[in-house]
């Protein structure tokens, strides 16, 4: 019998499968925070409902736990101290083993319709989880909302639609029967189960706390496998509220809901312990390189799915757009203070200068040119502080207090002050030149709003150093600005070679740190910045085997 939840959600999973195998525009969640599609006060609710976790003990009720712990600390200066169960790791995946065999037993259909009744639920609180995502990442409300909302969610709906296409190939049963010639033929009755690997963990980032989340989660649960989310210790809150959602669905439907459990950690070696785990078979990890690379070489039991550190790039060559060009790029820098794994770092242009439509700009006028363009930008400071929210971390307040020595500064980094929130840590975009030889300062990620105009020889060059930098240090967007086809080619034949996405002269309201789930693959899995893609048939079919069983029938 089909599950109810599965019949519920048929629609919004049909046109999901259509929509990863037409690529085109979809999306059933509503980006923009629109009281019409959310209500009249979901904003207000929202935010009561996070400001009423404040100084309380967040309530899961998981197995083993053994204290509290509220690491927390809000980039725009508030005090959340928000208390979440420490739970041992043992006893986590302990539980988590004992609840898959019902998990099993609920059939893909169920499984299906249990995670699209989650997503519908974490959708109608998109207000909750923005302010979440707001006050810990620093990412300004609308990206909050849109990032750690709606944009989340229709990134764990591609990942149920690419699990549910992989997995309703695969037939339940059926009759094998061989002809023997004149003897009777060999009948025998097969029945094909699908079945999770293991025990998932997914490790959360701190600056999109759901959006490169929800992928992992929901690939892992819709195959089958129990999901014990970890978090970055600034950034929990969204993941414990998103791990209640789930655990409610779970319990409604009479599933065991440690099913899906959150881990909060006091010491580096508990995460370690549930790395390293027998029972855990894949991990789903962002973050930097030094802790992503011990995963992939001490979890050796695990398949890990791991995005890490790149250099993104764009080469500019020449341009029929020029002030458009300008814009986007600058805007590009400018969007949550560049703390995105795909915001250009390095900006490849010849030393002879680039051609435009108004008129040859020498290597040095073009650079002037983005500093102003930058400024331009954030002139307002409402803008502004929308805009670039506020820098998450410590270390990339360090990096970009340092950066000044990597090269010749054209914009230094300023600090605004916020007007709503007086302790916030607001940024703006650190800007500066430097050579193509100056590998040391360009060519190793810088985390935040520090970008590099680095001088080229000439077109060709800068073709070559951008499919070495994607080859040799990783990239998740390359972009190029180019009026001329052979510039073009060459670039997307590197970008082939390398894997890595490219986008070409963007000059609209679309920017190469963008991906739009359904149609843009976040990844390719071919260079050093990432194994895996967001999302594809790749990212869900090894989370779950087919056993089968079979006897002679009549």
Known sequence: MTHPLFEKHRATLDAAVQAIRTRGFWTPYPEMPSPKAYGETANEDGKRAVEACFGQDFPLDQAGETGRHAPERSPYGLDLGVRYPVCSPSALVGAAQAAQDGWQRL??????????????????????????????????????????????????????????????????????????????PLRMKKHFEIVGRGVALVIGCGTFPTWNTYPGFFAALATGNPVIVKPHEHAILPAAITVRIAREVLAEQGLDPNLVSLAVVTKREDTQALATHPAVKSIDFTGGNLFGEWLIDNARQAQVYAELAGVNNVV????????????NLAFTLCLYSAQMCTTTQAI???????????????????????????????????????????????????????????????????????????????????????????????????????????????????????????????????????????????????????????????????????????????????????????????????????????????
């Not at 909750?128 to 609308?142: D, F, K, P, R, Y």
């Not at 341009?319 to 814009?327: F, G, I, N, P």
């Open 107 to 184: 059939g893909a259909e169920g499984r299906v319709g249990v995670c699209l009744e989650i997503l519908e639920r974490l959708n109608k609180r998109s207000f909750e989880i923005a302010h979440a995502v707001m006050l810990t990442s620093g990412q300004g409300w609308m990206m909050a909302f849109q990032a750690g909302g709606p944009h989340a969610q229709d990134r764990g709906l591609e990942a149920v639609a690419y699990a549910w296409d992989e997995m309703s190939r695969i037939p339940a049963e059926t009759v094998w029967e061989k002809p023997q010639g004149k003897n009777p």
């Open 316 to 327: 500019v060559e020449s341009t029929d757009a020029y002030k458009a060009m300008l814009r």
């Open 348 to 554: 490849l242009v010849p030393a002879g200068g680039i051609d435009t439509d108004q008129g040859h700009k020498s290597f040095d006028e073009f650079a002037a040119d983005l500093a102003a363009a930058i400024d331009k930008t954030l002139a307002d400071p409402a803008v502004a502080t929308a805009v670039l929210g506020a820098i998450q971390s410590a270390d990339t307040l360090r990096r970009i207090d340092e950066a000044g020595e990597y090269g010749k500064v054209v914009l230094a980094s300023r600090k605004l002050e916020h007007p709503e929130f007086p302790n916030a840590e607001v940024r703006t975009p650190m800007l500066l030149t430097c050579d193509a030889s100056d590998e040391k300062s360009y060519m190793v990620e810088r985390f935040g709003p520090i970008s590099f105009v680095v001088r080229v020889a000439d077109a060709d060059a800068a073709v070559a150093l951008s499919e070495r930098i994607v080859r040799e240090h990783g990239a998740l967007t390359v972009g190029v600005y180019s009026t001329k086809p052979q510039v073009l080619d060459a670039m997307t034949a590197a970008t082939m070679h390398a894997g890595a996405a490219l986008s070409i002269n963007l000059t609209g309201a679309v920017f190469v740190n963008q991906s739009a789930a359904f149609s843009d693959y976040h990844g390719v899995g071919m260079n050093p910045a990432a194994n895996a893609s967001y999302a594809d048939s790749a990212f869900v079919a090894n989370r779950f085997r087919v056993v089968q069983r079979r006897y002679h029938v009549e």
